[in-house]
């Protein structure tokens, strides 16, 4: 039975902490996204129903959230659950005006219309990263690791070192060569990408349908048991028990090559020791086009935090010119539950402390109201106590416990004299001061603990 | 005919600019926010459906966009129309946990499921701020007016001054003495809000089918038609001429009393000149249970920009304690309208310029890709050209148009002596540094102009 007064199952209430975390997450993706040039844009929360089957077929409406407008325009709308469609479209749309490479990045929310569980919720909040434009191959390798290395140094910027997270990578090409060394022809090539997407989720009688359904030979079926097993394809035993007579020096050699560019350019970038080659990622590779690759947790069995790759074809889709794309997304609910693992949260959930604290001591409210509104139109963050108390300790315990760097103390004594108290509440050291030159005065003492820029 | 890469009527794309702007309004909202000691919430962008019908009754479902979960908890979901009722069931929740008051602010996406137009979308972003606890009368007076004043500083802060906007104000027991004036029963006031609100929407005819249906008086007809006419409660002819002997006096003293307590409190906050009232705010009265406001353009009839009030019964109705509480929200779509026309929308769309440019003129990339990360792991946003030019003129163009500060030129020369030239593109003066000491020398170049602290 549903409970009207809880948020729905999959979402999220965002109390002051949650919300602070939240913001720790997307300010940090923002930050690092500028910094490295891509500018933010976003959509719509829904778009029409169809423009999601136009990625991902018709079997996506059932994971979606859809509804009916109302009035004349009677249309399916769907909640999105990812934005690369909107990206795609609104690419599509100015192609020609806008300046390339486009690189754009966008922090939306997004929707699944599933059971939620840990790590997948009904509603989270998605970090996209896209480059467009750069039609050469030295383009398209420059592009994808530099959409790789944002992400990685991202993390590196939440705290978490390469002895946390690793780039692993594959490329559709590498993976044509595998299935070339495996002996399937290359019209098999759709189905091999479409069974080894899915092998690993396939139970041993799915297997069997699979193969039977498909009419895949004995020797290909030996070649993708050996995979489901966890047979290592960079190993010349995997090739030798199959009888392959591929050339497979050609294929290691062809991902040594590439583990070393990927390797070199990392380390310029400051991030060495990241990237590993992973035969075992897909990523669906009928969307994408070229370069795959994840983000996991080595602690956490491998699980992604973040994942993307190249995908050449899709702005077409979407009505546009051919343009070479290449991007990435990362999720924010596994991205806290690993830095929770990892005790990387940000001390005070995030929260910056207040500069100032005002104590009035006083009678009367209008010097305590005037001094706020001056110190918080300077950009200070200001508090003050809502209690009636006029005891000062009092007053300066519920000021430390909001963390606060000064203390404001108006009390009759200074008042009289047209003056008031200035305290630092981390060296306790207090002066007088005159009224009138409370805010000079607060700056001072801030720039002084090096809170503030003189 | 829907165009399927074409938003949905009443969405936006947010292409770079129109996300600049939207970060624009968002970040002003928050910082001034957290200046005044509000912190940051949300909650789910979708409640169950009946939550809505708790504040707003059965007729609220036709102006939601709803839906039905899948899996077994076949439920009817809305997308939010607006936070509060979200606000109200976090605050029921954890009432007795929630340090008073509760002071909270949240920036929601909102939707409204009706035919688009200018100044209301489907989808749009609404500022909330609430204030919670404070059962005192001093306290409710002192709670209305720091949020109302958080709401003109905030458009302060976007520029806009007390000739541009304008509070205007009224109370629910000022409206009860306006009823007594006019001669209404007690029991007939319930009535009297609701006619009120809708007065300036009717048409005469509908004003005499309520009149009819209600068995309204000819004395408290002609009160509403003189209302309905844009007759001012406020002037003795108002009275006169319905032959009322009630205490205008002290309806008229009440108000005059008020004004004078909320423009001394607003001008010790520096935010002098900007309340006034106005019999003819009424905002839904059912809902609100004392003050009421609303922030209006001044030049452009009266538009609203923001409205609030009280709402002492809310928390109950949502399952928590008796709880005090008074807010307002304020949407992005007429504040961006109004910033556009009053010329307030931030230079270069509020875009930050770049601080560095990197320029390579070498034949190899390796020195940029080194320099470009060293100066981002540094904290600052480093740019360089994707063309294949190696022409210094033409890249130093290009970091011109990007509004970068400083150049950093990467060329044979310098680059034999394991050196580079720094270029301030504001000065326009250069000098060579080595390459060892580029993060630095950056640094103290950014400094020299100011752009960040020492």
């Known amino acids: 039975m549903q409970n009207l007064f809880q948020p729905p199952p999959g979402t999220r209430d965002f109390y002051p902490d949650a919300m602070a975390l939240r913001r720790h997450i997307e300010?940090?993706?923002?930050?690092?996204?500028?910094?490295?040039?891509?500018?933010?844009?976003?959509?719509?929360?829904?778009?029409?129903?169809?423009?999601?089957?136009?990625?991902?077929?018709?079997?996506?409406?059932?994971?979606?959230?859809?509804?009916?407008?109302?009035?004349?325009?009677?249309?399916?709308?769907?909640?999105?659950?990812?934005?690369?469609?909107?990206?795609?479209?609104?690419?599509?749309?100015?192609?020609?005006?806008?300046?390339?490479?486009?690189?754009?990045?966008?922090?939306?929310?997004?929707?699944?219309?599933?059971?939620?569980?840990?790590?997948?919720?009904?509603?989270?909040?998605?970090?996209?990263?896209?480059?467009?434009?750069?039609?050469?191959?030295?383009?398209?390798?420059?592009?994808?690791?530099?959409?790789?290395?944002?992400?990685?140094?991202?993390?590196?910027?939440?705290?978490?070192?390469?002895?946390?997270?690793?780039?692993?990578?594959?490329?559709?090409?590498?993976?044509?060569?595998?299935?070339?060394?495996?002996?399937?022809?290359?019209?098999?090539?759709?189905?091999?990408?479409?069974?080894?997407?899915?092998?690993?989720?396939?139970?041993?009688?799915?297997?069997r349908k699979q193969y039977a359904d498909n009419a895949v030979t004995a020797g290909e079926q030996a070649f993708f048991e050996q995979l489901a097993a966890g047979g290592d394809p960079l190993s010349e035993a995997f090739w030798e028990s199959l009888g392959s007579n591929g050339d497979f020096a050609a294929y290691r050699d062809a991902i040594s090559g590439m583990q070393a560019h990927i390797e070199k350019t990392l380390a310029l970038m400051g991030l060495p020791g990241y990237a590993t080659y992973d035969p075992s990622i897909v990523r669906g590779l009928a969307y994408y086009t070229g370069f795959v690759w994840e983000v996991v947790d080595v602690s956490g069995g491998n699980r992604a935090v973040a994942g993307g790759g190249r995908y050449d074809k899709l702005i077409e889709m979407f009505g546009g010119p051919a343009l070479a794309a290449t991007g990435f997304g990362m999720g924010d609910v596994v991205l806290a539950l690993l830095l929770a693992e990892k005790g990387k949260l940000p001390a005070n959930a995030g929260v910056s402390p207040p500069d100032l604290f005002v104590i009035n001591a006083l009678e009367q409210t209008d010097d305590a109201v005037r001094q706020l509104a001056i110190l918080r139109a300077a950009?200070?963050?200001?508090?003050?106590?809502?209690?009636?108390?006029?005891?000062?300790?009092?007053?300066?315990?519920?000021?430390?416990?909001?963390?606060?760097?000064?203390?404001?103390?108006?009390?009759?004594?200074?008042?009289?004299e047209g003056k008031a108290k200035l305290k630092n509440l981390r060296t306790r050291e207090e002066r007088t001061i005159p009224l009138a030159a409370v805010l000079a005065e607060t700056l001072a003492e801030l720039r002084g603990a090096g809170d503030i820029a003189p």
């Open 27 to 207: 300010d940090t993706w923002r930050r690092v996204s500028l910094r490295h040039g891509f500018v933010e844009v976003d959509g719509p929360t829904f778009e029409y129903l169809d423009l999601y089957k136009v990625k991902s077929g018709d079997e996506i409406v059932s994971q979606l959230f859809h509804f009916e407008s109302r009035g004349e325009d009677r249309t399916q709308f769907a909640l999105r659950p990812e934005f690369t469609p909107t990206l795609a479209r609104m690419v599509a749309a100015k192609a020609n005006a806008l300046p390339r490479p486009i690189k754009w990045f966008s922090i939306p929310r997004c929707y699944r219309a599933e059971r939620p569980q840990k790590g997948r919720l009904r509603e989270f909040i998605q970090w996209n990263v896209d480059m467009l434009g750069g039609e050469t191959p030295e383009a398209r390798r420059q592009f994808d690791l530099e959409t790789a290395a944002l992400c990685i140094d991202t993390l590196r910027e939440f705290g978490l070192a390469s002895s946390d997270v690793k780039l692993v990578w594959n490329d559709r090409a590498l993976v044509e060569q595998l299935f070339a060394l495996a002996g399937l022809p290359p019209e098999r090539y759709p189905f091999g990408f479409y069974l080894l997407d899915r092998l690993a989720k396939l139970a041993p009688e799915q297997r």
């Open 379 to 416: 950009g200070l963050t200001a508090l003050a106590s809502y209690k009636a108390t006029k005891n000062i300790g009092k007053l300066l315990e519920e000021a430390g416990k909001a963390h606060a760097r000064v203390a404001l103390i108006l009390a009759p004594a200074e008042a009289a």
